[in-house]
């Protein structure tokens, strides 16, 4: 099977447009198309990156449209939420205390057992050993960076426990966990 990595908006844009990460960004894509990688984006990644560029000054919808025409040659896979990603990502939501945006980014890393690149140290920290940390310096693996779980133990009982929620959690992670 071909390595999987899920790449945020951050990669992205980085990706798309001179920033700081740039080089890296494109040096880690262009790894990755060598190696056959899929790539894969979950289903708000076009609407946060949509949002990025069009705020910024001087580009407009024909350049957005340029640039998505640059993404589609990355051949990217679309992930769709459904009820179990999205309790994933509520999961990691409580767990990492990551907004929600940043957490279904970690919940189809985990769902689809992949990688998750990005250029936000606080979401690759989250992401633990499958985290990829662009730029920065810091390319590559984070796996000597440890994971920075802060839960508050009482919030995070309380909800996962319910009858509704914790069976659907307790599945996805032996899901998630079980070996092909």
């Known amino acids: 099977m071909a390595d999987r990595v899920v790449i945020d908006a951050s990669v992205a844009l980085a990706y798309l447009t001179p920033e700081v ?51 589609d040659y990355l051949e990217l896979q679309t992930i769709d939420l459904d009820r179990p990603l999205l309790l994933l990502a509520i999961d990691q939501m409580v767990r990492s205390r990551l907004t929600a945006y940043d957490a279904v980014y970690l919940a189809v890393a985990l769902a689809t057992k992949a990688r998750l690149a990005t250029l936000d140290r606080r979401l690759a920290e989250a992401a633990g050993e499958i985290g990829i940390l662009i730029g920065a310096g810091g390319s590559g693996r984070i796996s000597d960076i440890s994971s920075t779980y802060r839960v508050d133990s009482e919030a995070y009982a309380g909800w996962t426990h319910t009858a509704v929620v914790g069976h659907h959690i307790a599945e996805l992670r032996r899901q998630v966990l079980a070996e092909p």
């Open 21 to 71: 990460g740039t080089p890296d960004a494109k040096h880690a894509v262009a790894d990755w198309q060598a190696s056959a990688a899929e790539l894969l984006v979950p289903y708000h990644f076009w609407l946060e990156v949509t949002n990025v560029l069009g705020r910024r000054p001087g580009v407009g919808p024909g350049d957005i449209v340029a640039m998505f025409v640059d993404l």
